[in-house]
T-cell receptor
Framework: DAGITQSPRHKVTETGTPVTLRCHQT?????MYWYRQDPGHGLRLIHY???????DKGEVSDGYSVSRSKTEDFLLTLESATSSQTSVYFC???????????FGPGTRLTVL | AQKITQTQPGMFVQEKEAVTLDCTYD???????LFWYKQPSSGEMIFLIY??????QNATEGRYSLNFQKARKSANLVISASQLGDSAMYFC?????????????FGTGTRLLVSP
């Protein structure tokens, strides 16, 4: 199994508070991704990174920011959480562009 | 338009039988890749199989095979000899060169239930 961990695994927060989710990998893979999973939508890409300090937006990036200061860590920040951001968040990694992506265990976020 | 369409919200199969999960895709890009992932009730996403648009043969991985029909834009997953542990959600996904080779677009999934 690919070495990917996500923290926290579960979080309940209130509307308007900032939230940061962390993805940590031990595989030294270049590419990292953040997805959200909602019923009826499958997984949708929020942001991705193609190297340290190199990031780009995905399909549903509004309300989210990311940072990658080290190869192994990719942070997803909700500056001011809203109830529409209640979801399960998955981090993924891939070694080469276009290769299969390996997923972390997910973080269940509830915004009240 | 949906890039990836999985028309079967749920499928049932008996243990040891084969089952086909449908996936159709929409792209004008000649270079693309198709993936299948499994998500058991525990929640993790497990990569199953990959098919490249230029691959001449259908991909196979153990009991999983991908029935790739390029002209019909379909990439159905075939699971042979189903097992109880195959009960899960299955997602089809695609990446295209022209929208960013590293971006995956997922379908909404098919829930498979394998009965004894």
């Amino acid at each position: 199994d690919a070495g990917i961990t996500q923290s926290p695994r579960h979080k309940v927060t209130e509307t308007g508070t900032p939230v940061t989710l962390r993805c940590h990998q031990t595989e030294n893979h270049r590419y990292m991704y953040w997805y959200r999973q909602d019923p009826g939508h499958g997984l949708r890409l929020i942001h991705y990174s193609y190297g340290v300090k190199d990031t780009d937006k995905g399909e549903v990036s509004d309300g989210y920011s990311v940072s990658r200061s080290k190869t192994e860590d990719f942070l997803l920040t909700l500056e001011s959480a809203t109830s529409s951001q209640t979801s399960v968040y998955f981090c993924a990694i891939s070694e080469l562009e276009g290769n299969e992506q390996f997923f972390g265990p997910g973080t269940r976020l509830t915004v009240l | 338009a949906q890039k990836i369409t999985q028309t079967q919200p749920g499928m049932f199969v008996q243990e040891k039988e084969a089952v086909t999960l449908d996936c159709t895709y929409d792209t004008s890009d000649p270079s693309y890749g198709l993936f299948w992932y499994k998500q058991p009730s525990s929640g993790e996403m497990i990569f199953l199989i990959y098919q490249g648009s230029y691959d001449q043969q259908n991909a196979t991985e153990g009991r999983y095979s991908l029935n790739f029909q390029k002209a019909r834009k379909s990439a159905n997953l075939v699971i042979s000899a189903s097992q109880l542990g195959d009960s899960a959600m299955y997602f089809c996904a695609m990446r295209e060169v022209n929208t960013g080779f590293q971006k995956l677009v997922f379908g909404t999934g098919t829930r498979l239930l394998v009965s004894p």
